[in-house]
Each structure stands twice: as C-alpha cells, then as structure tokens.
C-alpha cells in the first residue's frame, strides 16, 4: 500500500496563503485520483481537489475554486495544494487521500488510503 504524509500546515491570518504537500511512498498512477479533504470540527469530511494523475482532470470545490491549486511535484513524488486567500472558514484539517478505488472523487469512500493530517487554521 502507499503510505501518505502530509505537512505544510500552520495557522495564517485570512489572505495568508499555505502549501500544503502529500509525500507518497511510492510514484502515483497515472489511472487514478489523488485528493485533498479537510475536516472542521463538528463537520463532515468535505472534498477540496482532486487531481487525475494522469496530469488530465482536476476538481475543485465551488469554495475554493480560483484560491486553491492542486499540483504534482514528480521531482518530489508529491500531490501539492496551493492554498491562496485563505479564510477563516477555511480552518480545518487537511487529509491527503489516495488509492481511489472507484466512486466519485470527492466521496471519503472513493479512497483506500488516508494521510493522518495536517492543520491548517485561518484567523481575521
């Protein structure tokens, strides 16, 4: 299985920006997906963007389209979240998910492999 660590995370005042990275274990495939969560406390695990490894689709979700950026760093073997603007309701934890076995890319259960997050806290 492919181990995932994510890192980047800190706290920022709203407009700050973050670069959050997932470090793989191994090189992703090019069939499938690898996707940034976050999870507020008392929410539920949201998607935030999902990248095709095969460099093609990208998703984002409508809060955080034009601020975020999802890229893959091969030099790196990472999957990178460029997070721009940032705001307060942007506070949460940032989980890196891969393995994706199906499904939509933003559903939890669409992946097989979970980072164990990193905190990304956005204050006025």
């Known amino acids: 299985q492919v181990q995932l660590a994510e890192s980047g995370g800190g706290s920022v005042q709203a407009g700050g920006s973050l670069r959050l990275s997932c470090e793989a274990s191994?090189?992703?495939?090019?069939?499938?997906?690898i996707s940034w969560f976050r999870q507020a406390p008392g929410k539920e695990r949201e998607g935030v963007a999902a990248?095709?490894?095969?460099?093609?689709?990208?998703k984002y979700a409508d809060s955080v389209k034009g601020r975020f950026t999802i890229s893959q760093d091969n030099t790196k073997n990472t999957v990178d979240l460029q997070m721009n603007s940032l705001k307060p309701e942007d506070t949460a934890m940032y989980y890196c998910?891969?393995?994706?076995?199906?499904?939509?890319?933003?559903?939890?259960?669409?992946?097989?492999?979970w980072g164990r997050g990193t905190q990304v806290t956005v204050s006025s």
């Open positions: 191994r090189y992703t495939s090019s069939r499938t997906w």
């Open positions: 990248l095709a490894t095969n460099g093609i689709g990208t």
């Open positions: 998910a891969a393995d994706f076995r199906g499904g939509l890319p933003f559903l939890p259960g669409s992946y097989a492999n």
